[in-house]
Protein backbone atom coordinates (compact mmCIF):
# COMPACT_ATOMS: atom_id res chain seq x y z
CA UNK A 1 0.00 0.00 0.00
CA UNK A 2 1.20 3.29 -0.99
CA UNK A 3 2.40 5.77 1.48
CA UNK A 4 3.15 8.56 -0.07
CA UNK A 5 1.20 11.97 -0.52
CA UNK A 6 1.51 15.44 -1.91
CA UNK A 7 -0.15 18.49 -1.20
CA UNK A 8 0.30 20.97 -4.38
CA UNK A 9 -2.67 23.42 -3.61
CA UNK A 10 -2.07 25.78 -1.08
CA UNK A 11 -5.13 27.30 0.17
CA UNK A 12 -2.70 29.89 2.33
CA UNK A 13 -0.46 30.31 -0.52
CA UNK A 14 -3.71 31.34 -2.52
CA UNK A 15 -6.14 33.11 -0.07
CA UNK A 16 -5.83 37.08 1.53
CA UNK A 17 -4.15 37.48 4.50
CA UNK A 18 -6.48 39.69 6.10
CA UNK A 19 -5.08 40.51 9.82
CA UNK A 20 -2.10 40.02 12.24
CA UNK A 21 -1.09 40.47 15.60
CA UNK A 22 2.03 42.00 14.88
CA UNK A 23 5.15 42.02 12.49
CA UNK A 24 8.74 42.98 11.47
CA UNK A 25 8.80 45.43 8.87
CA UNK A 26 11.53 43.53 7.20
CA UNK A 27 9.82 40.09 7.69
CA UNK A 28 5.98 41.04 6.89
CA UNK A 29 3.36 38.42 6.99
CA UNK A 30 3.22 38.32 3.31
CA UNK A 31 6.10 36.33 3.93
CA UNK A 32 4.15 33.16 5.25
CA UNK A 33 2.68 33.08 1.53
CA UNK A 34 6.03 32.79 -0.26
CA UNK A 35 7.85 29.43 -0.79
CA UNK A 36 11.35 31.04 -0.24
CA UNK A 37 12.05 29.80 3.42
CA UNK A 38 15.06 32.20 4.06
CA UNK A 39 12.71 34.89 3.82
CA UNK A 40 10.34 34.38 6.96
CA UNK A 41 7.66 36.22 8.75
CA UNK A 42 9.03 37.56 12.64
CA UNK A 43 6.87 38.96 15.15
CA UNK A 44 7.22 42.53 16.26
CA UNK A 45 11.03 43.32 17.80
CA UNK A 46 13.51 45.29 18.11
CA UNK A 47 14.42 48.54 20.33
CA UNK A 48 11.51 50.85 20.73
CA UNK A 49 8.99 48.26 19.29
CA UNK A 50 7.42 46.89 22.18
CA UNK A 51 8.20 42.91 20.63
CA UNK A 52 5.08 41.26 20.27
CA UNK A 53 1.11 41.70 21.47
CA UNK A 54 0.06 41.35 25.20
CA UNK A 55 -3.55 40.85 25.70
CA UNK A 56 -4.92 41.30 29.20
CA UNK A 57 -8.00 39.92 30.18
CA UNK A 58 -9.67 39.19 33.20
CA UNK A 59 -7.50 35.69 34.40
CA UNK A 60 -4.56 38.56 33.79
CA UNK A 61 -5.31 42.04 35.10
CA UNK A 62 -3.95 41.84 38.91
CA UNK A 63 -0.66 43.25 40.61
CA UNK A 64 -1.31 42.14 44.16
CA UNK A 65 1.54 44.39 46.09
CA UNK A 66 2.38 45.97 49.42
CA UNK A 67 4.97 49.01 50.77
CA UNK A 68 5.06 47.52 53.86
CA UNK A 69 1.12 47.48 55.18
CA UNK A 70 -2.38 46.36 54.31
CA UNK A 71 -2.50 45.22 50.63
CA UNK A 72 -2.74 47.34 47.49
CA UNK A 73 -4.31 46.12 44.11
CA UNK A 74 -3.32 47.38 40.72
CA UNK A 75 -5.80 46.45 38.19
CA UNK A 76 -4.78 46.95 34.91
CA UNK A 77 -7.27 47.89 31.97
CA UNK A 78 -8.12 44.82 29.22
CA UNK A 79 -7.10 45.23 25.86
CA UNK A 80 -3.90 44.70 23.37
CA UNK A 81 -0.94 46.24 23.93
CA UNK A 82 2.94 46.87 23.07
CA UNK A 83 5.54 46.01 25.91
CA UNK A 84 5.72 50.27 25.75
CA UNK A 85 2.10 50.49 26.10
CA UNK A 86 1.61 47.90 28.79
CA UNK A 87 4.49 49.52 31.07
CA UNK A 88 2.75 52.68 31.08
CA UNK A 89 -0.35 51.03 31.83
CA UNK A 90 1.01 49.05 34.81
CA UNK A 91 2.69 52.07 36.15
CA UNK A 92 -0.39 54.52 35.89
CA UNK A 93 -2.08 51.87 37.72
CA UNK A 94 0.35 50.85 40.48
CA UNK A 95 0.65 54.93 41.01
CA UNK A 96 -3.05 55.36 41.65
CA UNK A 97 -3.02 52.50 44.30
CA UNK A 98 0.55 53.53 45.99
CA UNK A 99 3.21 55.45 45.79
CA UNK A 100 5.30 56.47 42.61
CA UNK A 101 6.96 53.18 40.41
CA UNK A 102 8.79 52.96 37.22
CA UNK A 103 7.92 50.53 34.77
CA UNK A 104 10.27 49.24 32.11
CA UNK A 105 10.85 46.70 29.73
CA UNK A 106 13.77 45.68 27.84
CA UNK A 107 13.21 44.66 24.12
CA UNK A 108 16.70 42.94 23.78
CA UNK A 109 16.24 40.75 26.83
CA UNK A 110 12.35 40.47 26.71
CA UNK A 111 12.17 40.78 30.57
CA UNK A 112 10.10 43.90 32.36
CA UNK A 113 11.31 45.59 35.42
CA UNK A 114 9.07 47.23 37.82
CA UNK A 115 10.70 49.73 40.95
CA UNK A 116 10.17 52.32 43.59
CA UNK A 117 12.08 54.66 45.21
CA UNK A 118 11.79 52.22 48.57
CA UNK A 119 11.47 48.64 49.34
CA UNK A 120 7.78 46.72 48.56
CA UNK A 121 6.37 43.51 48.15
CA UNK A 122 4.89 41.97 44.91
CA UNK A 123 2.35 39.48 45.83
CA UNK A 124 2.53 36.97 43.35
CA UNK A 125 2.04 33.84 45.96
CA UNK A 126 0.27 35.42 48.51
CA UNK A 127 -1.99 38.19 47.21
CA UNK A 128 -6.18 38.16 46.74
CA UNK A 129 -5.89 37.72 42.61
CA UNK A 130 -3.27 34.54 42.80
CA UNK A 131 -5.01 32.96 39.92
CA UNK A 132 -5.51 35.78 38.04
CA UNK A 133 -2.72 37.94 38.16
CA UNK A 134 0.21 39.27 36.25
CA UNK A 135 2.81 37.21 36.74
CA UNK A 136 2.63 34.78 33.99
CA UNK A 137 2.25 37.63 31.35
CA UNK A 138 5.02 40.05 32.29
CA UNK A 139 7.36 36.94 33.12
CA UNK A 140 7.94 36.68 36.67
CA UNK A 141 7.42 33.42 38.73
CA UNK A 142 4.27 33.14 41.07
CA UNK A 143 5.24 30.38 43.12
CA UNK A 144 6.96 33.43 44.74
CA UNK A 145 6.33 36.67 46.18
CA UNK A 146 8.72 39.34 45.00
CA UNK A 147 10.25 41.06 48.48
CA UNK A 148 12.76 43.19 50.42
CA UNK A 149 13.95 44.96 47.16
CA UNK A 150 12.90 47.94 45.14
CA UNK A 151 13.45 46.60 41.80
CA UNK A 152 12.75 43.53 40.21
CA UNK A 153 12.87 42.22 36.90
CA UNK A 154 10.93 39.17 35.42
CA UNK A 155 12.62 35.86 35.85
CA UNK A 156 11.43 35.01 31.96
CA UNK A 157 11.45 36.17 28.94
CA UNK A 158 8.35 37.73 28.11
CA UNK A 159 7.95 38.55 24.29
CA UNK A 160 4.14 37.84 23.71
CA UNK A 161 0.97 36.61 24.85
CA UNK A 162 0.51 34.98 21.33
CA UNK A 163 0.68 35.84 17.77
CA UNK A 164 -1.90 35.21 15.23
CA UNK A 165 -2.37 35.83 11.32
CA UNK A 166 -5.95 34.94 9.70
CA UNK A 167 -6.31 34.23 5.71
CA UNK A 168 -9.21 34.15 3.90
CA UNK A 169 -9.52 31.45 1.55
CA UNK A 170 -12.63 32.96 -0.81
CA UNK A 171 -15.43 30.21 0.07
CA UNK A 172 -15.43 27.33 2.31
CA UNK A 173 -12.41 24.78 1.34
CA UNK A 174 -11.28 21.62 2.65
CA UNK A 175 -7.82 21.14 4.17
CA UNK A 176 -6.34 18.42 5.93
CA UNK A 177 -2.75 19.16 6.26
CA UNK A 178 -0.70 21.67 8.04
CA UNK A 179 3.05 22.93 7.70
CA UNK A 180 4.97 25.66 9.34
CA UNK A 181 8.47 25.74 7.71
CA UNK A 182 11.85 27.08 8.69
CA UNK A 183 9.81 28.23 12.42
CA UNK A 184 12.11 29.26 15.35
CA UNK A 185 9.62 28.14 18.00
CA UNK A 186 10.98 26.31 21.22
CA UNK A 187 9.07 22.82 22.17
CA UNK A 188 7.16 24.32 25.42
CA UNK A 189 5.42 26.36 21.99
CA UNK A 190 1.61 25.99 21.54
CA UNK A 191 0.93 25.69 17.80
CA UNK A 192 -3.49 25.90 16.76
CA UNK A 193 -4.69 25.87 13.90
CA UNK A 194 -8.37 27.11 13.93
CA UNK A 195 -10.85 27.47 10.84
CA UNK A 196 -14.27 29.33 11.27
CA UNK A 197 -16.69 30.99 9.42
CA UNK A 198 -16.30 34.11 9.99
CA UNK A 199 -13.13 36.57 10.02
CA UNK A 200 -13.38 37.02 13.50
CA UNK A 201 -12.83 33.46 14.09
CA UNK A 202 -16.36 33.19 16.16
CA UNK A 203 -18.31 31.52 14.15
CA UNK A 204 -18.58 27.57 13.87
CA UNK A 205 -14.86 27.24 14.93
CA UNK A 206 -12.73 24.28 14.52
CA UNK A 207 -9.69 23.71 16.21
CA UNK A 208 -6.53 21.54 15.61
CA UNK A 209 -3.42 21.63 18.23
CA UNK A 210 -0.71 21.11 16.30
CA UNK A 211 2.75 18.76 17.56
CA UNK A 212 5.60 20.50 17.55
CA UNK A 213 8.80 19.48 15.82
CA UNK A 214 12.08 21.09 15.91
CA UNK A 215 12.53 23.55 12.30
CA UNK A 216 9.72 22.41 10.54
CA UNK A 217 6.36 20.96 11.18
CA UNK A 218 4.25 18.30 8.89
CA UNK A 219 1.04 16.89 10.20
CA UNK A 220 -1.97 15.10 8.82
CA UNK A 221 -5.50 16.21 10.53
CA UNK A 222 -6.86 13.50 12.55
CA UNK A 223 -9.84 14.88 10.24
CA UNK A 224 -10.76 17.12 7.48
CA UNK A 225 -11.86 20.60 8.26
CA UNK A 226 -13.89 22.80 5.48
CA UNK A 227 -14.12 26.50 6.24
CA UNK A 228 -13.53 29.67 4.55
CA UNK A 229 -11.53 31.34 7.18
CA UNK A 230 -8.34 29.97 8.85
CA UNK A 231 -6.20 31.01 11.64
CA UNK A 232 -2.76 30.12 12.94
CA UNK A 233 -2.22 30.91 16.45
CA UNK A 234 1.28 30.45 18.01
CA UNK A 235 2.00 31.48 22.00
CA UNK A 236 5.73 31.00 22.28
CA UNK A 237 6.38 33.78 25.11
CA UNK A 238 9.56 32.81 26.46
CA UNK A 239 11.69 31.94 23.23
CA UNK A 240 14.74 33.38 23.80
CA UNK A 241 15.13 34.71 20.87
CA UNK A 242 12.82 37.63 22.18
CA UNK A 243 10.64 37.32 18.75
CA UNK A 244 8.97 33.79 16.88
CA UNK A 245 9.66 33.72 13.08
CA UNK A 246 7.62 31.10 10.26
CA UNK A 247 9.18 30.92 7.14
CA UNK A 248 6.25 29.44 5.17
CA UNK A 249 2.82 28.19 5.91
CA UNK A 250 0.95 25.38 4.08
CA UNK A 251 -2.49 24.87 4.57
CA UNK A 252 -4.38 22.44 2.22
CA UNK A 253 -5.62 18.94 1.06
CA UNK A 254 -3.30 16.06 0.61
CA UNK A 255 -3.65 13.60 -2.78
CA UNK A 256 -2.46 10.13 -2.05
CA UNK A 257 -1.66 8.22 -5.47
CA UNK A 258 -2.79 5.08 -6.20
CA UNK A 259 0.44 3.51 -5.95
CA UNK A 260 3.88 4.97 -4.85
CA UNK A 261 6.69 5.44 -6.83
CA UNK A 262 9.34 3.20 -7.99
CA UNK A 263 12.82 3.06 -8.97
CA UNK A 264 14.27 6.80 -8.49
CA UNK A 265 17.61 8.39 -8.48
CA UNK A 266 18.43 10.82 -5.68
CA UNK A 267 21.27 13.42 -4.54
CA UNK A 268 23.16 16.64 -4.67
CA UNK A 269 23.12 18.70 -7.93
CA UNK A 270 25.66 21.11 -8.08
CA UNK A 271 24.55 24.22 -10.15
CA UNK A 272 27.18 26.62 -9.53
CA UNK A 273 28.37 28.49 -12.59
CA UNK A 274 32.22 28.44 -13.42
CA UNK A 275 35.02 29.29 -16.04
CA UNK A 276 38.96 28.19 -16.35
CA UNK A 277 41.10 30.97 -16.64
CA UNK A 278 43.91 30.94 -20.06
CA UNK A 279 46.29 29.27 -17.44
CA UNK A 280 43.71 26.56 -16.66
CA UNK A 281 42.91 27.84 -13.33
CA UNK A 282 39.36 27.65 -12.11
CA UNK A 283 37.56 30.83 -11.59
CA UNK A 284 34.31 30.11 -9.82
CA UNK A 285 31.62 32.82 -11.27
CA UNK A 286 28.83 31.96 -8.98
CA UNK A 287 29.06 29.34 -6.02
CA UNK A 288 25.53 27.64 -5.54
CA UNK A 289 24.27 25.51 -2.93
CA UNK A 290 23.93 21.62 -3.52
CA UNK A 291 20.59 20.63 -3.27
CA UNK A 292 19.01 17.60 -3.48
CA UNK A 293 17.44 16.29 -6.72
CA UNK A 294 15.12 13.24 -7.27
CA UNK A 295 13.91 11.74 -10.16
CA UNK A 296 10.74 9.54 -9.04
CA UNK A 297 8.82 7.27 -11.60
CA UNK A 298 5.32 6.56 -10.53
CA UNK A 299 3.74 3.72 -13.10
CA UNK A 300 0.52 1.85 -12.31
CA UNK A 301 -1.69 4.38 -11.59
CA UNK A 302 -5.19 4.88 -12.49
CA UNK A 303 -6.78 8.08 -14.00
CA UNK A 304 -7.72 9.77 -11.13
CA UNK A 305 -4.42 9.70 -9.48
CA UNK A 306 -3.17 10.83 -13.21
CA UNK A 307 -5.76 13.77 -13.05
CA UNK A 308 -4.38 14.53 -9.83
CA UNK A 309 -0.60 14.87 -11.36
CA UNK A 310 -1.97 17.03 -13.91
CA UNK A 311 -3.67 19.32 -11.90
CA UNK A 312 -0.21 19.78 -9.88
CA UNK A 313 1.30 20.37 -12.95
CA UNK A 314 -1.05 23.64 -13.57
CA UNK A 315 -1.19 24.59 -10.21
CA UNK A 316 2.61 24.40 -9.72
CA UNK A 317 4.20 23.88 -13.31
CA UNK A 318 8.12 24.86 -12.37
CA UNK A 319 7.40 27.75 -10.52
CA UNK A 320 5.67 27.04 -7.54
CA UNK A 321 6.67 24.57 -4.09
CA UNK A 322 5.00 22.07 -3.01
CA UNK A 323 4.97 19.38 -0.56
CA UNK A 324 6.41 15.77 -0.75
CA UNK A 325 5.83 13.35 1.85
CA UNK A 326 7.38 9.79 1.41
CA UNK A 327 6.03 8.86 4.59
CA UNK A 328 2.54 9.52 5.92
CA UNK A 329 3.07 7.56 8.81
CA UNK A 330 5.89 9.85 10.26
CA UNK A 331 5.74 12.83 8.32
CA UNK A 332 8.04 15.40 10.08
CA UNK A 333 10.73 12.91 8.99
CA UNK A 334 9.70 12.24 5.59
CA UNK A 335 7.97 15.64 3.99
CA UNK A 336 10.08 17.87 1.34
CA UNK A 337 9.28 21.25 0.49
CA UNK A 338 10.05 20.75 -3.38
CA UNK A 339 9.50 22.35 -6.91
CA UNK A 340 9.61 20.46 -10.66
CA UNK A 341 12.80 21.12 -12.45
CA UNK A 342 10.68 20.68 -15.02
CA UNK A 343 7.44 19.59 -16.51
CA UNK A 344 6.37 16.28 -17.63
CA UNK A 345 3.25 14.86 -18.46
CA UNK A 346 1.43 11.39 -17.17
CA UNK A 347 1.66 8.88 -20.10
CA UNK A 348 -1.16 6.52 -20.54
CA UNK A 349 0.68 3.49 -22.43
CA UNK A 350 -2.93 1.12 -22.18
CA UNK A 351 -6.19 1.87 -20.57
CA UNK A 352 -5.89 2.93 -16.87
CA UNK A 353 -2.63 2.54 -15.94
CA UNK A 354 -0.96 5.83 -16.48
CA UNK A 355 3.14 6.95 -15.64
CA UNK A 356 4.42 9.74 -14.52
CA UNK A 357 8.04 10.97 -14.41
CA UNK A 358 8.59 13.53 -11.24
CA UNK A 359 12.34 15.53 -11.74
CA UNK A 360 12.18 17.37 -8.59
CA UNK A 361 14.73 20.12 -6.25
CA UNK A 362 14.05 21.00 -3.35
CA UNK A 363 13.49 24.28 -2.19
CA UNK A 364 15.38 26.80 0.24
Request: aromatic share 10%; net charge negative.
Amino acid sequence: MTKVRLLYKNLWRNGTLLTYSSEHPQFPVEFTQDDILILPWQSRHGTGTGNGEFVVAAANKYIDFDEGGAELVATITPGTYTAQTLVAEIKTRMDAAGGTYTVSYDELTGKFTIASGGNFTIRWQSGTHTATNAAGLLGFDKTANDTGAATYTGDYVSIHTSENMVCDFGSALEYDFIGLLNHNLTAGATITIKGADDAAITTNVVSDTITYNGNDVFEFLAAARTKRYCQVLIADPTNPSCYVQIGTIIVGKYFQPLRSFGAYSEGPVDTSEIEFSPSKNMLVIQDQPKLSNWDLQFTGLDAASALQMKALLLECGITKAFALCTDYTTPNGNTYWVHLRETSLPECPQKDYWSWSAPIEEML
